[in-house]
């Protein structure tokens, strides 16, 4: 048997729960899902098992995923606050990804452009269906842009877009003509591209390269700059990092894409460094812009506070400065203090509590870091719609078969560029710091980081959720607001992790604090205990009519 740490949890077996969960489907249903739950068993060094990830849903399955308008609109484009962006579609589309992710910004000054508050749609009818939608969509980019004047543009499609065929690109191109000086890009992110929003990510990150980063070469001053690329600042998260950066001495010349602005944006790749938190939605730019820039990357995490300090030291020792890494270490020394208190009052009601995360594409597993430091075991964990590499590890990506589905989306390559490409360190520098333990251009993946004999579901459902809960009751759920109530009608707290509902920051000391807390508070509270649903007391309902009949 394995050496490696099994999941401490005395009547989980996950093998069981495949077995029973799988018995559910049809043959053809069982083929597939089978090979999208697995137990992560293995012997030391050996590989993790293969998951089948990134392929369609069983159409009648209810996921969990969003579609690829969501990735790219709401996830990668959205939190940047001054590039205006219009939505062609129904107002539902526009809406439903204005606001409800929480990713904050802070505009500098009054004079700085902010078009976070507002919401941008054609609100297409069906007569637009029918005739086309192109007059209506440059007649709202002219509007918008003579009320606004922003120096960017992005117009995003919705479904009906690409179904009806209007063309996004050329009306892009006409508002550039008539209005020099604007920056006007599209994205054919169609809702039904893809299987999920990873595709839109893709494709986001395509339009920035192309038309976005690079284009000026307006740095911030600072003599330690580097990108974190994938962080959004979901409930300030990014505000926090950007609190510890500047304590430390280290400049943030942007972020993709929390509190970010289109400037700092076009000079991305000034900076000497890119970090990547989130892999999936991001990794195409950090590749892109070491083959163009020269500029080198390395996976980190700021969620979990050892987590904040291995990354912290990891770009000092990047940079290679003494005395940089003297002011990481003070600044680690002074937050972890108030992290240790609030950690210890947690520890003793989290130690030994169980957990199971279903999270987007890189969050189930940066959250396992704040609950291993609260002593708590997680026994089971999957992504909505990662890829292989996000669960195995990116020494995988040759072994990826490509489908259908994924060639439908853009692949561009990119060339070094004549001007400003400019290798960051010598051959020999890099050499030294892979010594030092800095694995560039990896992410190692979330299984490799989690015990052995725990469970592994990619894109779960609710009948695999409810049996999980059924069977195995873990202490707390996080997921989404799409489970929550499901998972908290059967009596289990949850934890939202996408937009933390009303919570966050969770990311870096302050946010680790944050967190403690309100896991202690979610595992002592008992009003989900105790509530029981109508059926749990009578499980049998019966309805009667209730009406006048006049008096016949
Ligand atoms: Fe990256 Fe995200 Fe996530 Fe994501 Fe998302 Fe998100 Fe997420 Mo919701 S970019 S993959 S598409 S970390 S919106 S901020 S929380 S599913 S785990």
């Not at 400065?321 to 972890?336: N, R, S």
Request: overall charge negative.
């Amino acid at each position: 048997m394995s050496d490696l740490p099994v999941a401490d949890y005395m009547s989980f077996d996950p093998e069981k729960f495949k077995e029973e969960a799988l018995d559910a489907y049809s043959s053809k249903a069982n083929k597939k899902r089978s090979r999208q739950i697995v137990v992560n068993k293995r012997e030391q060094n050996e590989a993790v098992p293969e998951i089948l990830a990134n392929t369609r849903t069983i159409p009648g399955i209810l996921t969990m995923r969003g579609c690829c308008y969501a990735g790219c609109k709401g996830v990668v484009l959205g939190p940047t606050r001054d590039i205006l962006q219009i939505v062609h579609g129904a107002i539902g589309c526009s809406f439903y990804a204005w606001g409800t992710r929480r990713n904050k910004t802070r505009v500098p000054s009054p004079e700085d452009q902010n078009f976070m508050p507002y919401m941008f749609s054609t609100d297409l009818q069906e007569d637009e269906i029918v005739f086309g939608g192109e007059k209506k969509l440059r007649a709202a980019a002219e509007e918008a842009y003579k009320i606004f004047h922003p120096k960017a543009m992005a117009l995003f499609s919705t479904c009906p877009v690409g179904l009806i065929g209007d063309d996004v690109h050329k009306v892009a191109r006409e508002l550039e003509e008539a209005h020099p000086g604007l920056n006007a890009f599209a994205f054919s992110c169609e809702g039904y591209k893809g299987v999920s929003q990873s595709a839109g990510h893709h494709i986001a990150n395509n339009k920035l390269m192309m038309k976005v980063i690079g284009i000026s070469e307006k740095s911030k001053p600072g003599k330690y700059r580097f990108n974190i690329l994938g962080e959004y600042n979901i409930g300030g998260d990014a505000f926090e990092m950007e609190r510890l950066a500047d304590k430390m001495g280290l400049t943030i010349q942007c972020t993709l894409s929390g509190n970010s602005c289109y400037d700092e944006m076009t000079a991305a790749q000034t900076a000497d460094l890119n970090v990547v938190m989130c892999h999936r939605s991001i990794n195409y730019v950090a590749e892109m812009m070491e083959t163009k820039f020269g500029i080198p990357w390395f996976k980190v995490e700021f969620i979990g506070a050892d987590a904040t300090s291995r990354a912290f030291r990891k770009i000092a020792e990047y940079f290679g400065d003494d005395e940089l890494k003297a002011a990481v270490e003070k600044v680690i020394a002074e937050e972890m203090v108030d992290v240790e208190k609030a950690r210890t009052e947690a520890y003793e009601i989290c130690k030994g509590k169980t957990v199971a995360l279903f999270v987007g594409g890189s969050r189930a597993h940066h959250y396992q870091n704040l609950f291993k430091e609260l002593g708590m075991n997680v026994i089971a964990a999957g992504y909505e719609f990662a890829h292989r590499d996000d669960y195995e590890g990116r020494k995988i990506i040759p072994s990826i078969t490509v489908d259908a589905d994924s060639r439908n989306i853009e692949q561009i390559s990119v060339q070094p560029d004549e001007k400003q490409f400019r290798p960051r360190k010598t051959p020999e520098e890099m050499d030294k710091l892979r010594k030092e333990g800095i694995r560039f251009d990896d992410y190692k993946g979330m299984m490799n980081d989690m015990p052995g004999n725990t469970l592994i579901i990619d894109d779960i459902n609710h009948h695999e959720m409810e049996m999980l809960i059924e069977k195995y009751h873990p202490d707390i759920i996080a997921a989404g607001i799409k489970e929550k109530y499901v998972v908290q009608k059967q009596g289990i707290p949850m934890k939202q992790l996408h937009s933390y509902d009303y919570s966050g920051p969770y990311a870096g000391y302050k946010g680790a604090v944050n967190f403690y807390k309100e896991i202690s508070r979610l595992l002592t509270q008992t009003p989900f205990k105790l509530a029981k649903a109508p059926w749990q007391e009578h499980p049998e309902l019966t309805a009667s009519y209730v009406y006048n009949d006049g008096g016949r």
